[in-house]
Nanobody, 119 residues
Framework: QVQLVESGGGFLQAGGSLRLSCAAS????????MGWYRQAPGKERELVAT???????NYADSVKGRFTISRDNAKNTVTLQMNNLKPKDSAVYYC?????????????WGQGTQVTVSS
């Protein structure tokens, strides 16, 4: 099992910045990708950004140029720096960790942290 604990959500005005952090503990996954997804009310959960164990980042088009994902493999943490936030970025943000545990591909989720951006 992997436990993911997020922090850093909040309420702010458009144009502001927030940093989300996620700390993983428990089983060490092989070929581990970590990332962030978000879900707004009435909408499906969508990818925000992911980063591979080797540091390759992938972003949703809607956040490219504004968000930056990074990870610290030694500390098992992933961080999402969000700049120039817009009201459409308001959502619950979930940390995700995916990788192999004894040859089985598994995905784990955090409990979510709320981000609200006012216009």
């Amino acid at each position: 099992q992997v436990q993911l604990v997020e922090s850093g959500g909040g309420f702010l005005q458009a144009g502001g910045s927030l940093r989300l952090s996620c700390a993983a503990s428990g089983t060490i996954l092989i070929d581990n990708t970590m990332g962030w997804y978000r879900q707004a009310p009435g909408k499906e959960r969508e990818l925000v950004a992911t980063i591979s164990s080797g540091g390759r980042a992938n972003y949703a088009d809607s956040v490219k140029g504004r968000f930056t994902i990074s990870r610290d493999n030694a500390k098992n943490t992933v961080t999402l720096q969000m700049n120039n936030l817009k009201p459409k970025d308001s959502a619950v943000y979930y940390c995700m960790s995916r990788g192999y545990d004894a040859n089985w591909l598994k995905t784990y989720w955090g409990q979510g942290t709320q981000v609200t951006v006012s216009s």
